[in-house]
């Protein structure tokens, strides 16, 4: 008798504790977005060099082509690299990918990555901040990265 109670009372215990933490657990992933939004121009530079995410987040980044000059000229994209990946590597791996510049053999070595965008064109990206950390991402239009890249920060 004693023990059927205490079973019953764990399991009314572990009931309340799955009403408590589910629905609050829910309505906190859905607020918590980081929205980035990131431009490439005609001077071959991104707006943004460095931005912050929390571990987990969703990050919901666009990327806009602002300037003019006709995409084969001054395509951009953005490509986030994983931990540890080389950035010189993967460009020059990059460079010989075209026309999106994305090589498809180092799949595993992106967290993400936009289309190559043409003047006014832009692209919406979304994906989990992973854990705490920087990750570099680059413009993998050939030439571009040595200027066009910047740390995403994981906190
Ligand atoms: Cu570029």
């Known amino acids: 008798m004693i023990v059927r109670s205490f079973t019953v009372i764990a399991v009314l215990g572990l009931v309340a504790m799955a009403a408590l933490t589910t629905p609050a657990t829910r309505a906190e992933d859905k607020a918590d977005v980081a929205v980035i939004n990131l431009t490439g121009n005609d001077q071959m530079m991104y707006n943004i060099n460095e931005f912050k995410v929390k571990a987990g987040q969703t990050v919901k980044l666009t990327m806009k082509n602002i300037g003019k000059l006709p995409k084969v000229a001054m395509g951009h994209n953005v490509v986030i ?30 967290l993400a990555h936009t289309k190559l ?39």
């Open 81 to 110: 690299l994983k931990a540890g990946v080389n950035m010189v590597q993967f460009a020059v791996a990059a460079n010989q990918a075209p026309p999106e510049y994305i090589p498809k053999d180092r799949a595993d070595e992106m």
């Open 117 to 155: 965008l043409g003047p006014d064109e832009s692209d919406t990206i979304t994906f989990t901040a992973p854990a705490k950390g920087s990750y570099d991402y680059l413009c993998t239009f050939p030439g571009h990265f040595a200027v066009m890249k910047g740390k995403m920060i994981v906190e």
